[in-house]
Protein backbone atom coordinates (compact mmCIF):
# COMPACT_ATOMS: atom_id res chain seq x y z
CA UNK A 1 0.00 0.00 0.00
CA UNK A 2 1.24 3.69 -0.93
CA UNK A 3 0.49 6.61 1.30
CA UNK A 4 0.71 10.08 0.48
CA UNK A 5 0.96 12.84 3.12
CA UNK A 6 0.74 16.91 2.82
CA UNK A 7 1.69 19.28 5.15
CA UNK A 8 2.58 22.67 4.75
CA UNK A 9 -0.86 24.15 4.52
CA UNK A 10 -2.21 27.22 6.48
CA UNK A 11 -3.60 31.16 6.68
CA UNK A 12 -1.21 33.68 5.22
CA UNK A 13 -1.01 37.17 4.04
CA UNK A 14 -1.45 38.41 0.43
CA UNK A 15 2.08 38.95 -0.65
CA UNK A 16 3.46 36.12 1.97
CA UNK A 17 5.05 32.01 1.02
CA UNK A 18 4.38 28.99 1.90
CA UNK A 19 6.24 25.53 1.09
CA UNK A 20 3.91 22.65 0.88
CA UNK A 21 5.54 19.06 0.99
CA UNK A 22 4.37 15.56 0.00
CA UNK A 23 6.03 12.47 1.16
CA UNK A 24 5.26 9.10 -0.40
CA UNK A 25 5.53 6.10 1.74
CA UNK A 26 5.07 2.42 1.42
CA UNK A 27 5.31 -0.38 -1.61
CA UNK A 28 7.34 1.57 -3.90
CA UNK A 29 10.04 0.43 -6.90
CA UNK A 30 9.91 4.02 -8.20
CA UNK A 31 7.97 7.57 -9.03
CA UNK A 32 7.70 8.96 -12.22
CA UNK A 33 6.06 12.28 -12.18
CA UNK A 34 4.79 13.85 -9.02
CA UNK A 35 2.32 17.07 -9.33
CA UNK A 36 0.44 19.33 -6.96
CA UNK A 37 -3.21 20.46 -7.73
CA UNK A 38 -5.84 22.87 -6.85
CA UNK A 39 -9.15 23.00 -6.12
CA UNK A 40 -11.20 26.19 -4.85
CA UNK A 41 -14.85 26.33 -4.02
CA UNK A 42 -17.58 25.48 -6.38
CA UNK A 43 -14.96 24.93 -8.87
CA UNK A 44 -12.80 22.18 -10.70
CA UNK A 45 -9.43 20.45 -9.85
CA UNK A 46 -7.13 21.97 -11.49
CA UNK A 47 -3.17 21.63 -12.62
CA UNK A 48 -1.02 23.77 -10.15
CA UNK A 49 2.85 22.41 -11.17
CA UNK A 50 4.13 18.75 -12.11
CA UNK A 51 7.71 17.34 -11.85
CA UNK A 52 8.83 14.60 -13.98
CA UNK A 53 11.54 11.90 -12.30
CA UNK A 54 14.33 13.61 -14.53
CA UNK A 55 13.39 17.01 -13.06
CA UNK A 56 11.44 18.49 -15.92
CA UNK A 57 8.79 20.79 -14.93
CA UNK A 58 5.47 22.49 -16.27
CA UNK A 59 3.64 24.93 -14.64
CA UNK A 60 -0.18 26.48 -15.29
CA UNK A 61 -0.18 30.17 -16.15
CA UNK A 62 -1.72 31.92 -13.66
CA UNK A 63 1.62 30.40 -10.80
CA UNK A 64 4.04 30.88 -13.01
CA UNK A 65 6.77 33.23 -11.84
CA UNK A 66 5.28 32.57 -8.61
CA UNK A 67 5.32 28.89 -7.42
CA UNK A 68 8.27 26.35 -7.98
CA UNK A 69 8.38 22.66 -7.99
CA UNK A 70 10.82 20.17 -7.04
CA UNK A 71 11.47 16.93 -5.95
CA UNK A 72 13.90 14.91 -3.45
CA UNK A 73 13.89 11.05 -5.20
CA UNK A 74 15.95 9.96 -2.11
CA UNK A 75 12.82 11.04 0.20
CA UNK A 76 10.65 10.18 -2.75
CA UNK A 77 9.16 13.84 -1.66
CA UNK A 78 7.74 16.28 -3.87
CA UNK A 79 7.35 20.53 -2.60
CA UNK A 80 5.50 23.30 -3.92
CA UNK A 81 7.04 27.02 -2.63
CA UNK A 82 4.57 29.54 -3.23
CA UNK A 83 5.44 33.34 -3.53
CA UNK A 84 3.75 36.69 -4.09
CA UNK A 85 0.89 34.36 -2.96
CA UNK A 86 -2.56 36.14 -4.38
CA UNK A 87 -6.44 35.79 -2.56
CA UNK A 88 -7.04 33.81 -6.02
CA UNK A 89 -4.31 31.01 -4.38
CA UNK A 90 -6.99 30.16 -1.74
CA UNK A 91 -7.90 26.32 -2.47
CA UNK A 92 -7.42 22.55 -1.13
CA UNK A 93 -4.38 21.92 -2.64
CA UNK A 94 -3.51 17.78 -3.69
CA UNK A 95 -0.51 16.17 -4.50
CA UNK A 96 -0.44 13.47 -7.19
CA UNK A 97 2.53 10.44 -7.79
CA UNK A 98 2.18 7.81 -10.69
CA UNK A 99 3.96 5.57 -8.70
CA UNK A 100 5.43 1.77 -10.00
CA UNK A 101 4.77 -1.00 -7.18
CA UNK A 102 5.33 -4.61 -7.00
CA UNK A 103 8.33 -6.68 -8.14
CA UNK A 104 11.23 -6.33 -11.15
CA UNK A 105 9.47 -9.07 -12.75
CA UNK A 106 5.56 -8.14 -12.13
CA UNK A 107 4.50 -4.14 -11.53
CA UNK A 108 1.96 -1.90 -11.79
CA UNK A 109 1.93 1.62 -11.93
CA UNK A 110 -1.03 3.81 -10.14
CA UNK A 111 -2.10 7.10 -9.82
CA UNK A 112 -2.56 8.38 -6.03
CA UNK A 113 -3.49 11.45 -4.95
CA UNK A 114 -2.64 13.12 -0.41
CA UNK A 115 -5.68 14.21 1.53
CA UNK A 116 -5.64 17.77 0.52
CA UNK A 117 -3.93 20.49 2.82
CA UNK A 118 -5.77 24.05 2.77
CA UNK A 119 -3.94 27.22 1.60
CA UNK A 120 -6.07 29.81 2.98
CA UNK A 121 -4.74 34.08 1.15
CA UNK A 122 -6.20 36.43 3.25
CA UNK A 123 -5.85 39.86 4.98
Known amino acids: QVQLMESGGGLVQPGGSLRLSCAAS????????MGWYRQAPGKQRELVAVITASGSTNYADPVKGRFTISRDNAKNTVYLEMNSLKPEDTAVYYCNAQIVSGSVYDYYEYDYWGQGTQVTVSS
Open 26 to 33: GSILSIKA
